[in-house]
C-alpha cells in the first residue's frame, strides 16, 4: 500500500472511532413498499421516515408503488441488501419462512385487542426472531388488517358459495392451500390485481377493506363479504447482516422508530375501517355483513394438520400463538 493511501486508511479508521457512528451519518436507508402513497403500509413507512429523520441523521428513500416489483421481489431486494428495509405483508413471506404460516391461520384472532396481545406478548418476539433463519431482522408488526372476500360471481354467505370460483391470492403457501380448501381455484399473483378482475382472468379477491377502497377494487367487484379469514399483518424487516453491522445505538433507534410507527398505524387502520366500509357501501358494493363463518371455520378445522404446518418449529410456533 502506498503511503498515502495508508494514511488515509489511518485517517478513515481514526474518524469513525472519534465520531462513534459518523461513517453511517446521513446515510440513506432504501425501504420498499408495493402499493401506493396512502396505503397502509405506507402510512407505516411514512411514518417510520418522519420519525428517524427527526431522530438521526439517516434518509430514508421509499419506494412505492410496485417500483420495486413484488412484495416477494421486496423481500429478495432485502435479502441481497440492495434494499435495506421494507413493510412487507405476512403472507409472502411464508415462501422463505414456514413459520409465518402460523401468523396467518384463518380465523386465529377474534378482534384487535387479540391481536396485539398475542403480537406485541412472547408470541410475537418468537415469530420476528425466526425470520433470522432467512437473513431478515423483525423490527415490529404493523397490519394490513383482517381480510375479506370480493367477488363478481354471486353474493358470499356460506362456504359453498366460493365453490369453483377463481380467486386471486396472495404468493403465500398458506393462502394458496387456505383457498384450495375452501373450495374455491387459487391462482397466486403479485400486487396489483385491477387489471386482471378488470379483464376477467381472476373473478374474487381478498383483502382488508382500506384496499378495496384505495385501489377501487369495488370499479371491478360486485360482491363483498365480511368474512374476516385472515388477519394480515405486515412485517417490518431489516436485511439481517446489514442491521448488525450498525452501531448499537443507531440498531436501537431504528427499532424504536419502527415500533411507534407500527402502532401508530395499526391505529390509523382501525379508526379508518368503519369509513372505508361505509364508502364501498356507497360506492355500490353489496355487501353481507353477517356471512355464515360457522362453515368456514368447519371447512378449514382440519388445516394445522396439512403439511404446511409439519415440523417441529412450526408446531412449536403454532402452540405459541394458539395458547
Ligand atoms: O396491500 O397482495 C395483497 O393482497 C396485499 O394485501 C397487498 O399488500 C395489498
Known amino acids: 500500500m502506498k503511503i498515502w493511501a495508508k494514511r488515509l486508511a489511518l485517517f478513515c479508521v481514526g474518524l469513525m472511532l472519534l465520531g ?33 429523520e427527526a431522530r438521526s441523521d439517516y434518509q430514508v428513500k421509499i419506494y412505492h408503488s410496485a417500483s420495486l416489483g413484488t412484495e416477494t421481489q421486496i423481500l429478495q431486494q432485502i435479502q441481497m441488501n440492495t434494499v435495506q428495509m421494507g413493510v412487507i405483508t405476512a403472507g409472502p413471506f411464508d415462501v422463505f419462512i414456514p413459520e409465518v404460516r402460523v401468523i396467518n391461520y384463518p380465523f386465529l384472532f377474534a378482534d384487535a385487542r387479540e391481536v396485539d396481545q398475542v403480537l406485541d406478548g412472547p408470541a410475537g418476539q418468537k415469530l420476528l426472531k425466526a425470520l433470522e433463519k432467512a437473513r431478515f431482522k423483525g423490527l415490529a408488526f404493523s397490519e394490513n388488517g383482517f381480510r375479506h372476500l ?6 358470499v354467505h356460506t362456504v359453498d358459495d366460493v365453490k369453483g370460483i377463481k380467486i386471486r391470492v396472495m404468493e403465500s403457501v398458506l393462502h394458496k392451500e387456505l383457498w384450495r380448501l375452501l373450495g374455491a381455484n387459487p391462482t397466486p399473483m403479485g400486487w396489483p390485481i385491477y387489471t386482471e378482475l378488470q379483464q376477467g382472468t381472476i373473478d374474487a379477491q381478498e383483502n382488508p377493506l382500506w384496499v378495496i377502497w384505495t385501489y377501487k377494487l369495488y370499479e371491478v367487484q360486485k360482491y363483498l363479504s365480511l368474512t374476516g379469514h385472515v388477519y394480515s399483518a405486515h ?89
Not at 23 to 40: N, Q, R
Open 20 to 52: 462513534g457512528s459518523s461513517a453511517w451519518a446521513g446515510a440513506t436507508i432504501k425501504l420498499g413498499v408495493v402499493t401506493k402513497p396512502g396505503s397502509a403500509q405506507n402510512v407505516c413507512a411514512e411514518k417510520f421516515k418522519e420519525l428517524l
Open 150 to 155: 370480493t367477488n363478481n360471481v354471486r353474493p
Open 235 to 323: 412485517i417490518d424487516v431489516a436485511n439481517l447482516d446489514w442491521f448488525n453491522g450498525l452501531p448499537a445505538a443507531d440498531q436501537e433507534l431504528i427499532q424504536r422508530c419502527m415500533q411507534e410507527a407500527a402502532l401508530y398505524q395499526r391505529q390509523w387502520n382501525r379508526d379508518n375501517e368503519a369509513d372505508f366500509l361505509s364508502k364501498l357501501k356507497a360506492a355500490g358494493m353489496q355487501v353481507n355483513e353477517h356471512p355464515d363463518l360457522a362453515t368456514f371455520r368447519a371447512r378449514v378445522s382440519d388445516i394445522r394438520n396439512l403439511d404446511i404446518y409439519a415440523g417441529s418449529e412450526v408446531q412449536a410456533m403454532l402452540e405459541a400463538f394458539l395458547d
